[in-house]
Nanobody, 112 residues
Framework: QVQLVESGGGLVQPGGSLRLSCAAS????????MGWYRQAPGKQRELVAV????SASYADSVKGRFTIFRDNAKVYLQMNSLKPDDTAVYYC?????????WGQGTQVTVSS
């Protein structure tokens, strides 16, 4: 099993920045992908960014504003130029072999 714990969410004004962190523990050997998803009220959960094998990919809506990076069993999401549409619960995700693991989620609210 893999446990994921997120931190770093909060309230920020439009144009501001936040950094989300996620720490994996447990059986972390063999995690081959880590990433971030988000879910806004009334919407489906969507992929924000994922890092796999040293490469990263992003949703079109966050390209150029968000950066994902991984340091061993931790993954971070640097979010700049935040917009109200970025408001959502952000979930850390890890894939180990063929099993998916999720964190409990952290709220990000972008509002003036």
């Amino acid at each position: 099993q893999v446990q994921l714990v997120e931190s770093g969410g909060g309230l920020v004004q439009p144009g501001g920045s936040l950094r989300l962190s996620c720490a994996a523990s447990g059986n972390v050997f063999g995690i081959n992908a880590m990433g971030w998803y988000r879910q806004a009220p009334g919407k489906q959960r969507e992929l924000v960014a994922v890092t796999r094998g040293g490469s990263a990919s992003y949703a079109d809506s966050v390209k150029g504003r968000f950066t994902i990076f991984r340091d061993n069993a931790k993954v971070y999401l640097q979010m700049n130029s935040l917009k109200p549409d970025d408001t959502a619960v952000y979930y850390c995700h890890a894939r180990r072999i063929d099993t998916d693991f999720w964190g409990q989620g952290t709220q990000v609210t972008v509002s003036s």
